[in-house]
């Protein structure tokens, strides 16, 4: 795919991903000698949160090395200079050269934004959104609106969706009218389950639960709750997930595209890899953060009941329905998620 407004391939974008996960990163020659590069980057992610540190703080150190210093990423938290949907354009208008954003915030630029983010109730390991996102496109479809918009979005990592709530769920009327902080379509499933979903930026969520602005939320699963301090206030984790879910880096296609060949590339080799390693790593310390929330801070596993499951169930069908009617790339989206889906048994 070849982009009109900035001349940028996807493929020439990403021409050494592939072998760059295959090889040792080699330090860059042309970049060093043109002196050293310094990127602003606004996450979505509080300083508070994990990610901050083991996605995007781990990427950056990654980066400084591979190019012997001469491409550094300064790392802002959210809201420093935006937060949540206003990170699209202060990327797009290249306010900042790269940001992180939930695809979730962007589902009014690109029509499988919803996609990528993830449909509830839908994929039920890790490693189906890590293939559906990568391997069957969704990604692809993404910056086939984003690229002529002047932006570039790479997943940064699949996980899972968990809620942590400080009110016990035992039947639907315990969830009718639970107030959750939510994004994206998760909002819709919630909201069709009976609960009262709203969304609250990362940088407000533990004031919001703390003085009851809202009974629950999610953000990530065990490892966001841990980090954000959010088992403080909620005592329950809600298992099953909700739905695996992706996070996205983006970056500003112009500003990538004017880096030397060898920078440009080292940064989106590094994001290529890095998503599959961190996806992976981040379901191990999943494990280790739940276990550690049970036995260090009283928290308590509970499993949804029944009623609820079955009014998610009939909710994921019909976001399904309502994601592909936005349009023809939407469309296959869908395909992409039913194929799947069917391959595996779950349809």
């Given at each position: ?106 589902q009014d630029k690109a029509q499988a ?195 609820v499951l079955d009014l998610f169930a ?34």
């Open positions: 795919m070849t982009v009109k407004n900035t001349g940028i391939s996807r493929r020439s974008v990403l021409r050494g991903a592939a072998l760059g996960a295959l090889a040792t990163p080699a330090l860059v020659g042309k970049g060093i000698a043109a002196g050293a590069v310094t990127w602003r980057v606004q996450s979505h992610w509080p300083k508070a949160s994990s990610s901050f540190t083991d996605s995007l703080g781990v990427l950056a150190t990654a980066l400084e090395e591979r190019t012997d210093g001469a491409f550094k990423l300064e790392l802002f938290g959210a809201g420093e200079f935006a937060k949540g949907p206003d990170i699209y354009n202060l990327v797009r208008k290249g306010v900042v050269p790269m940001g992180t954003i939930s695809p979730s915030y962007i934004a919803g996609f990528l983010y993830g449909i509830p109730g839908t994929f039920r390991e890790s490693w189906e959104a890590q293939h559906a996102a990568k391997n069957l496109g969704l990604e692809d479809m993404v910056n086939e609106e984003l690229l002529p918009d002047g932006v570039l979005l790479m997943s940064e990592k699949a996980y899972p969706t968990e809620m942590v709530v400080s009110k016990k769920i035992e039947s639907a009327a315990d969830f009718q009218g639970l107030k959750l902080r939510s994004s994206g379509t998760m909002l819709d499933y919630l909201a069709a389950a009976g609960a009262a979903p709203q969304y609250i930026p990362g940088s407000e969520l533990y004031q919001s639960l703390s003085s009851g602005v809202v009974d629950g939320a999610h953000w990530g699963a065990a490892i966001g709750a841990k980090s954000m301090s959010l088992w403080e206030v909620c005592k329950y984790h809600v298992k099953p997930a909700l739905g695996f879910t992706i996070d996205a880096f983006i970056v500003n296609a112009d500003q990538l595209e004017a880096l030397d060949d060898d920078l440009a590339t080292a940064l989106t080799d590094l994001m290529e890899i890095r998503f599959f390693r961190r996806s992976s790593e981040y379901m191990h310390k999943e494990a280790i953060a739940l276990s550690s929330g049970i036995a260090e801070e009283n928290v308590e596993v509970i499993d949804l009941p029944q009623d009939q909710a994921s069908g019909a976001i399904l329905e309502q994601e592909k009617a936005k349009g023809e790339i939407a469309a296959r989206a869908y395909d992409v998620y039913t194929g799947l889906m069917s391959d595996l048994g779950y349809l």
